[in-house]
């Protein structure tokens, strides 16, 4: 049985997962509510509807979409009360294909810099390095690459984290937090709490970057106590 996929959100984003999909042959089809240049004309444009969208299996969702959005609320309900549709996102479907050793930026200043500055530094080791995600390059753009890296640097948002299964990474690194994007989160916790998954999946051996803040410090040895190295940085 062919899988069906719906890509929510038709932008940079959107568009690199139609054409990781269609490269490996998979029905998929856009929809976004507002249109704008670039787009295909099998794209939907117009208000999302949730009954369509549950006859698929699976829901891409973009960063830009709302995670309160009423018919996004709709679909989680359906997908928690029977597993369908499976909700996604760009960095769940790099996940399940990329084997390489991951780096991962969040925060809510810097993460751009420091992703910039990982990769002018590793690109030095054998097989150099790529960066994507909120950076600018999509990620999955990377996997149709003939000689991709053996490690791969990705600048991760707050939208990212929050609409993605917890990721394995071996180095990540949380810069600082902000009062930022709380109209989205709805709270400060909740932001936090989104920035926080980047760690969720760490295990033995791998490393962990934290602020030296008090409120990191729970992470911090939740962390260790799974075998993490964890270094702290900033005043104190």
């Known amino acids: 049985m062919t899988m069906r996929c719906a890509i929510l959100g038709m932008g940079v984003t959107g ?3 139609a054409r990781h999909l269609r490269a490996q042959g998979i029905d ?3 929809f976004d509510e507002r249109g704008g240049a670039g787009m295909t004309a099998d794209v939907t444009i117009g208000p999302f509807d949730a009954d ?8 891409l969702l973009s960063p830009g979409i709302a995670w309160d959005h009423p018919v996004l609320q709709e679909l989680r309900a359906r997908h928690e009360a029977s597993g369908r549709p499976e909700l996604l996102s760009d960095l769940d479907l790099f996940g399940e294909q990329y084997r390489g050793r991951l780096l991962a930026v969040t925060g809510t200043n810097g993460k751009t810099t420091v992703s910039h500055l990982l ?8 097989g150099g390095v790529e960066v994507a ?10 996997l149709s690459e003939r000689h991709l890296s053996p490690r791969v640097v990705l600048e991760l948002s707050s939208f990212q984290l929050q609409r993605s299964r917890p990721l394995h990474v071996d180095w990540a690194a949380l810069l600082n937090l902000q009062e930022d994007h709380l109209d989205h989160h709805g709270s400060a916790e909740a932001y936090l709490e989104a920035k926080q998954r980047l760690f969720r999946c760490q295990r033995e051996g791998d490393y962990a970057l934290l602020p030296r803040e008090e409120r990191f410090d729970a992470l911090a040895g939740e ?3 799974r075998g993490v190295v964890v270094r702290r940085f900033g005043e104190g």
């Open 223 to 225: 962390l260790a106590a």
């Open 133 to 142: 995600g909120n950076i600018g390059q999509p990620m999955l753009d990377l």
């Open 119 to 126: 990769g002018v530094l590793l690109e030095t080791l054998d």
């Open 28 to 30: 998929c089809r856009g």
């Open 15 to 17: 568009q690199s997962m």
């Open 52 to 59: 369509l969208l549950a006859g698929f299996d699976r829901v």
